[in-house]
């Protein structure tokens, strides 16, 4: 296979989008499915899962159709890619076809590495879908939300989204869009808690610990959610 892998429509042949966070995963999936339907609305979207996969399904997706429409093929999850699934793809990436696109997801681990190797090697596009575990890297999300969506919120705000909505990525995602969607101009901490206030767990360590840090009225922020709330 050639080094050099040709651009069509802004859209690489191969693309590999690799982490774990399933919400950055998706948006890269649809960003990528929207660019080529954009080249192309008449495009063929393919979905492949590691689960239940059955041995040339890829090699039959990708085969050459009667009247050359061109296809977009996603082949999920290949970090629980078995066997057959492996193998099908390294024989496409030997041999790919011109009028087929190829993204391949993969959130972590060892499994598929060879694929992976290959996929590298071949120039695809990476994009990433790094975990969003910790406070600042949910921190970092919401702040990325709201700057996507060009809307200025404080990092007050964003602290209390966190604390309000934090467990769950995707539920913090949707919070910050209703957000950008329910209100205008700056987001601050007033308006997450006209909003969201409910639901911030304000335990005492929290309350304890914006005090000592001189949060003084992060403190008082929490202990007022923490009454709106009552007892659990």
């Known amino acids: 296979m ?8 802004g859209v690489p042949p191969l693309v590999l989008v690799s982490g774990p966070e399933p919400v950055l995963a998706d948006r890269a999936l649809e960003q990528v ?8 609305p008449q495009v063929e979207v393919v979905h492949l899962h590691a689960a239940g996969y059955e041995e040339g399904a890829l090699t039959l997706e990708a085969s050459p159709s009667l009247f050359g429409e061109d296809k977009l093929i996603i082949v999920r999850d290949l970090h629980q890619a078995p066997d057959a699934l492996q193998v ?6 030997a041999d790919p076809e011109d009028s087929v696109t190829l993204v391949v997801t993969h959130a972590s681990g060892n499994k598929g590495k060879k694929v992976l190797d290959t996929l ?17 890297d949910k921190a970092d999300f ?28 995707r539920e913090l995602a949707s919070a910050c869009q209703q957000l950008v969607d329910d ?15 409910g639901r911030v767990e304000a335990t005492g360590f929290k309350v304890a610990d914006a005090a000592v840090a001189g949060q003084t009225g992060e403190a008082l922020r929490l202990l007022r959610a923490g009454a709106n709330s009552g007892p659990a």
């Open 2 to 9: 050639d080094d050099v892998v040709e651009v069509r429509s």
């Open 33 to 40: 499915t929207q660019d080529v339907r954009l080249a192309d």
């Open 88 to 93: 099908d793809l390294l024989a496409y990436l």
């Open 120 to 136: 590298k090697k071949a120039k695809a596009l990476v994009l990433e879908a790094p975990a969003i575990k910790s406070d600042r």
């Open 142 to 169: 919401v702040t990325n939300e709201f700057r996507r969506s060009r809307r200025k919120a404080t990092s007050e705000a964003v602290q209390a989204l966190v604390e309000a909505v934090g467990k769950d990525v």
């Open 183 to 197: 209100t205008t101009g700056t987001i601050d901490a007033d308006v997450v808690e006209r909003y969201h206030g």
